[in-house]
Structure formats: structure tokens, C-alpha cells
């Protein structure tokens, strides 16, 4: 493209922001249905296979790339804070706390 119909296609080109969610369930145990998981300790099952995120801050790595970052713990403040996030233009990240 010559540099004037280039200049023409971003003025006109919106780059669509992106919502990325984050589901945090603390690591939900999926590895837990694996066949090694009932031999437990016997194998330090927890240590090698446990995926719990207590320790790891999502909203300090999200700002590390200089996003936005939300927190939800309820589905109310998580329908606002996406719909917030739909019409911002820039990206975000959403951490969504779930339970169970």
C-alpha cells in the first residue's frame, strides 16, 4: 500500500480490544483423577501435581505487561466488570474467583 492509503487503513481500522478471563478455582484438583493420585504421599502426589494458586498473584502479572486488571468473587460484579470491559478499547484482564 502506497503511505497515503495506508495512513487511510488505520484511521479506519479499529483494532478490536481483547477481554481475557481468568476462571481461578485455586487449581480445581483436576489432577486429582489421575491413576497416580491414589497413591498419595506414597508418590508426593500434592508436590508434583498439585496446582493450587494461593501463592501467585494474577493481578501482579497481568500489571507486569501493563494491562488492566479486575477481580470478581461474585457473578453480579463479574457480568459488570465484563460489560465494563467490552466497551473500554483496551485490553483487560479479568480474574474471576469461583468456588466449589
Do not use: M, W
Amino acid at each position: 500500500l502506497s503511505s497515503n492509503k495506508r495512513a487511510a487503513h488505520s484511521s479506519s481500522h479499529k483494532t478490536p480490544s481483547l477481554t481475557t478471563v481468568v476462571v481461578n478455582n485455586d487449581g480445581g484438583g483436576i489432577f486429582s483423577f489421575l491413576p497416580i493420585a491414589k497413591h498419595g504421599q506414597d508418590v508426593s502426589f500434592d508436590e508434583f501435581f498439585g496446582t493450587p494458586t494461593s501463592s501467585f498473584s494474577f493481578q501482579k502479572g497481568v500489571e507486569a505487561f501493563g494491562l488492566a486488571y479486575n477481580f470478581s468473587s461474585s457473578f453480579e460484579t463479574f457480568k459488570e466488570i465484563y460489560q465494563d470491559g467490552l466497551q473500554n478499547e483496551q485490553p483487560c484482564v479479568i480474574e474471576a474467583q469461583v468456588v466449589g
